[in-house]
C-alpha cells in the first residue's frame, strides 16, 4: 500500500499521546525541581490545585470565550442557509450532534471549531471563507471540523495548553525568586543542582512551547484525513486548503492563545516557512505537505 495520510492515522495519534507523555515528565520534572529547591512539597500542590481549577474553567466555559474573542455570531436562518445545511447533512454522516454554527465577520478566509464535547461543540467560519470557496470546498473544510469534535482534540487542546501555562508559571516563579535568597542553594550540593534546576527551568517553558505546537501540527494531519473520509472527496479539502493558503489576508482579531484552533494560521499563511526552525515554531503543517496527503503523496515532513 502506497505511504498516504490515511496510512499514517495511527501513527500520528501514537506520536501524540507520546509527546503527551514527555510532557508530563516535564511537568513533574519542573516541579520536582521547585519543591526540592525550596523543600516544600506545599508549593508544588499548590501551583496543581490552580492548574486544576484554570483547567475547568478554561475547558467548561472554552466555547463562549474563544467566540467572543473574535466576535463571532450565531448563523443565520435565511443567509446563512447552505452552510447550515451542509453542517446538518455532515454531521448525521459523521453520527454526530449538530454542533452550533456561528460566522465571524472577516475577510480572511479560516474556520475553527470549539466547546467541551461533541454536545456542546461549535463550528465557526468566515466570511472571506463563504466568499472564495465552492459547496464541496465548503464541506471538506466543515468535515475537517466536525473531525477535531469527533476526535476529542478539542479536550486534548485545553490539557495541553493549561500543561504549557502551568510549566511557564511555576518556571517563572522559581527563576524570580531563585536570585532573591529563596530556598536552601548553599546546602544543596555546593548549589551545583541549583544552577542545573535554573537551567531547566529556563528550557522547560520552551520544550513544552514545541511539544504543544508539535501536538497541534499532528492534530491537523489527522483532522485532514478524517474529514476526507467523512465527505469521500479529498479533492475538495486539498482545494480548500491551496485557495486557503494563496490569501495573504490575516485575521483582524487574530491570536496567538487560539491560533491553533484555526484550520489555517490566523496571522497568515505559514506553508512557505520551510527552515528547519521555522516548521518547529509553526501552530499547522506546511499546507503543502497537507495538500500533498490529501492527494496522496508522501509526506516529505513525515
Given at each position: 500500500?502506497?505511504?498516504?495520510?490515511?496510512?499514517?492515522?495511527?501513527?500520528?495519534?501514537?506520536?501524540?499521546?507520546?509527546?503527551?507523555?514527555?510532557?508530563?515528565?516535564?511537568?513533574?520534572?519542573?516541579?520536582?525541581?521547585?519543591?526540592?529547591?525550596y523543600?516544600?512539597?506545599?508549593?508544588?500542590?499548590?501551583?496543581?490545585?490552580?492548574?486544576?481549577?484554570?483547567?475547568?474553567?478554561?475547558?467548561?466555559?472554552?466555547?463562549?470565550?474563544?467566540?467572543?474573542?473574535?466576535?463571532?455570531?450565531?448563523?443565520?436562518?435565511?443567509?446563512?442557509?447552505?452552510?447550515?445545511?451542509?453542517?446538518?447533512?455532515?454531521?448525521?454522516?459523521?453520527?454526530?450532534?449538530?454542533?452550533?454554527?456561528?460566522?465571524?465577520?472577516?475577510?480572511?478566509?479560516?474556520?475553527f471549531?470549539?466547546?467541551?464535547?461533541?454536545?456542546?461543540?461549535?463550528?465557526?467560519?468566515?466570511?472571506?471563507?463563504?466568499?472564495?470557496?465552492?459547496?464541496?470546498?465548503?464541506?471538506?473544510?466543515?468535515?475537517?471540523?466536525?473531525?477535531?469534535i469527533?476526535?476529542?482534540d478539542?479536550?486534548?487542546?485545553?490539557?495541553?495548553?493549561?500543561?504549557?501555562?502551568?510549566?511557564?508559571?511555576i518556571?517563572?516563579?522559581?527563576?524570580?525568586?531563585?536570585?532573591?535568597?529563596?530556598?536552601?542553594?548553599?546546602?544543596?550540593?555546593?548549589?551545583?543542582?541549583?544552577?542545573?534546576?535554573?537551567?531547566?527551568?529556563?528550557?522547560?517553558?520552551?520544550?513544552?512551547?514545541?511539544?504543544?505546537?508539535?501536538?497541534?501540527?499532528?492534530?491537523?494531519?489527522?483532522?485532514?484525513?478524517s474529514?476526507?473520509?467523512?465527505?469521500?472527496?479529498?479533492?475538495?479539502l486539498?482545494?480548500?486548503?491551496?485557495?486557503?493558503?494563496?490569501?495573504?489576508?490575516?485575521?483582524?482579531?487574530?491570536?496567538?492563545?487560539?491560533?491553533?484552533?484555526?484550520?489555517?494560521?490566523?496571522?497568515g499563511?505559514?506553508?512557505?516557512?520551510?527552515?528547519?526552525?521555522?516548521?518547529?515554531?509553526?501552530?499547522?503543517?506546511?499546507?503543502?505537505?497537507r495538500?500533498?496527503?490529501?492527494?496522496?503523496?508522501?509526506?516529505?515532513?513525515?
Open positions: 500500500m502506497s505511504s498516504n495520510l490515511y496510512t499514517h492515522q495511527g501513527s500520528n495519534i501514537r506520536k501524540t499521546w507520546l509527546l503527551m507523555f514527555f510532557f508530563l515528565l516535564i511537568v513533574i520534572g519542573v516541579g520536582w525541581v521547585v519543591s526540592w529547591y523543600d516544600s512539597p506545599a508549593i508544588l500542590v499548590g501551583f496543581v490545585l490552580f492548574s486544576i481549577i484554570m483547567n475547568i474553567v478554561s475547558y467548561w466555559f472554552s466555547d463562549k470565550i474563544v467566540l467572543k474573542m473574535h466576535k463571532a455570531r450565531p448563523a443565520n436562518e435565511a443567509t446563512d442557509r447552505e452552510l447550515i445545511n451542509i453542517l446538518e447533512n455532515l454531521s448525521i454522516t459523521a453520527g454526530l450532534p449538530m454542533p452550533k454554527l456561528y460566522v465571524v465577520d472577516d475577510p480572511a478566509p479560516n474556520a471549531a470549539t466547546g467541551r464535547d461533541k454536545e456542546h461543540a461549535v463550528v465557526a467560519v468566515t466570511t472571506g471563507l463563504v466568499q472564495i470557496l465552492e459547496r464541496n470546498e465548503l464541506e471538506g473544510v466543515i468535515a475537517h471540523e466536525l473531525s477535531h469527533g476526535n476529542r478539542m479536550l486534548l487542546s485545553t490539557v495541553v495548553v493549561v500543561l504549557v501555562g502551568f510549566v511557564t508559571l518556571s517563572d516563579f522559581f527563576l524570580r525568586t531563585a536570585f532573591h535568597g529563596g530556598g536552601d542553594r548553599d546546602n544543596k550540593a555546593g548549589g551545583a543542582l541549583a544552577i542545573i534546576g535554573i537551567v531547566f527551568a529556563i528550557l522547560a517553558p520552551l520544550i513544552a512551547t514545541l511539544m504543544q505546537l508539535a501536538i497541534s501540527r499532528k492534530r491537523e494531519f489527522l483532522a485532514d484525513a474529514g476526507a473520509l467523512l465527505t469521500r472527496y479529498p479533492d475538495g486539498a482545494s480548500a486548503l491551496t485557495k486557503i493558503n494563496n490569501s495573504s489576508i490575516k485575521m483582524k482579531r487574530a491570536n496567538h492563545a487560539t491560533a491553533h484552533l484555526f484550520i489555517s494560521n490566523p496571522f499563511p505559514d506553508g512557505h516557512a520551510r527552515g528547519f526552525l521555522n516548521k518547529m515554531f509553526m501552530t499547522h503543517p506546511p499546507m503543502e505537505d495538500v500533498a496527503a490529501l492527494l496522496g503523496h508522501k509526506l516529505g515532513s513525515k
